[in-house]
């Protein structure tokens, strides 16, 4: 009883000194009534241990010195520590009457707005639009502008491989170790807005040991070298008049197992593909988009330089000789989906036809990055080659799995 007698004392006290303090005459009898911590509800933040009042003066007058008058400053100072000490006090007797402690306060209600709409018979509290103002000065220098734009890949990788028994470049089930090399290099668009020209190189080798062959202790499972380009300018829109190239062979002599029988070396076969057409260009961002590329007019050549060790009938060339050439039509169709930072897919499709035969290749690739510098690697590769014999298991389609496990590096060069 007597400590609540004391509080009541207390605060009626000081709410009396606050009121007293904060009145002031205006315009005659209207005085101007300052708010004052008082009348909150208490809270308790932290305990205060009181100092000595001239170590507190001292120290106020340290940290605030005016070259003018500052008796209201220290006025104000005064009657803010008065406040601070009678909440103190009150909490420290009556801490029943504490409502709430500074770590546990409720979260303050978002801001918001709420629209007139007198249909709806209610208030709705729709959350306010923030507008970011661009503070970028108007004279900012603008970094380098590349004209060309590359993105290199290197990866090392162990590897699971299912081939089919046709397949044209040979090979066999096994474990093995891959390595592969990609770089794209393409004109600034933002540069060149009316010109389109992509280049992309890539470089497959794969190396397996072999159980089933007493002859060699490993063999070449995988070697695939493609150099693709595409020139061309804007017709509208998306769509470019342009000329399109591809190139493919490999550099490393393979063959059957327990046999001397050479089924592919370099330039063994190779393939070149020259044609005119229309391209469609899509790119959002980086993560994705989207190229095909028609050809109605298109010339392919199929070499195989060596004869005398490997059965040019394999690619579709005549027995007995060097190369092949047909004109015709084909198109290629490129296409790259980025899910997440660490998750992509890429697909390639291209087909050529002479009217006679049809030759294509589906390339698909679902890389998983695991960090920055592991990833993971499912590549299917399904083809089919009606200018060949064929097969009596696959008839002319041909089917090669790899799946992959290791390090890869790459590099961006950015606007």
């Known amino acids: ?18 009121m007293s303090l904060s009145l002031a005459a205006h315009d005659g009898d209207k005085p101007d009534v300052e708010p004052s911590m008082l009348y909150a509800p208490l809270v308790y933040d932290n ?68 629209p007139s709409d007198p249909r709806q018979g209610m208030l709705t509290i729709v959350p ?28 090392l990788q162990f590897t699971q491989a299912y081939i089919s028994g046709n397949w044209y470049q040979g090979g066999e089930n096994n474990l093995a170790l891959l390595g592969s090399i990609n770089w794209n290099c393409n004109l600034n668009q933002d540069l060149h807005p009316n010109w389109l020209f992509n280049n992309s190189l890539s470089y497959k080798l794969g190396i ?35 000329a399109m190239l591809q190139f493919t062979t490999q550099f490393m002599n393979n063959y059957k197992v327990n046999t001397r029988t050479m089924t592919a070396a370099f330039l063994s076969p190779a393939e070149l593909n020259v044609g005119l057409g229309m391209t469609y260009n899509y790119k959002k961002a980086d993560d994705r988009m989207f190229t095909l590329a028609i050809a109605p007019i298109s010339y392919n050549l ?9 059965d040019p009938t394999r690619f579709g060339i005549s027995a007995d000789h060097h190369s092949k050439s047909t004109v015709g039509s084909n198109f290629e169709a490129k296409w790259l989906w980025r899910f997440t930072p660490n998750v992509m897919i890429t697909s390639r499709l291209y087909m050529f036809t002479n009217y006679e035969y049809v030759q294509g290749d589906w390339e698909n690739t679902l890389d998983l990055s695991i960090g920055k510098y592991l990833t993971t690697q499912l590549y299917t590769h399904l083809r089919f080659d009606r200018s060949r014999a064929r097969d009596d298991d696959w008839n002319y389609w041909q089917f090669k799995e790899i799946l992959s496990l290791g390090v890869v590096y790459r590099f961006a060069t950015v606007n």
């Open 208 to 242: 397996a040991t072999t159980h089933g062959d007493s002859i060699r202790k490993y063999l070449i499972n995988e070697d695939n070298f493609l150099f693709t380009s595409q020139l061309g300018y804007k017709a509208v829109k998306n769509w470019y008049y342009s």
């Open 1 to 18: 009883m007597k400590k609540f007698f004391t509080l009541r004392v207390c605060l009626a006290f000081a709410a009396m000194t606050a």
């Open 47 to 114: 305990y205060a241990a009181q100092a000595p009042a001239t170590a507190v003066k001292d120290k106020a007058a340290d940290l605030y010195s005016l070259d003018a008058g500052d008796e209201w400053l220290q006025d104000a100072m005064e009657n803010s520590d008065r406040a601070h000490q009678v909440r103190q006090r009150a909490m420290i007797d009556n801490p029943q009457l504490v409502a709430y402690n500074a770590n546990r306060l409720p979260e303050a209600p978002p801001e918001g707005v709420i």
């Open 302 to 310: 199929k070499y195989c330089r060596n004869i005398d060790d490997i």
């Open 128 to 155: 306010a639009q923030v507008v970011v103002e661009d503070v970028t000065p108007p004279d900012a220098p603008v970094g380098p502008l590349h004209n060309w734009l590359h993105v290199f890949n290197a990866s």
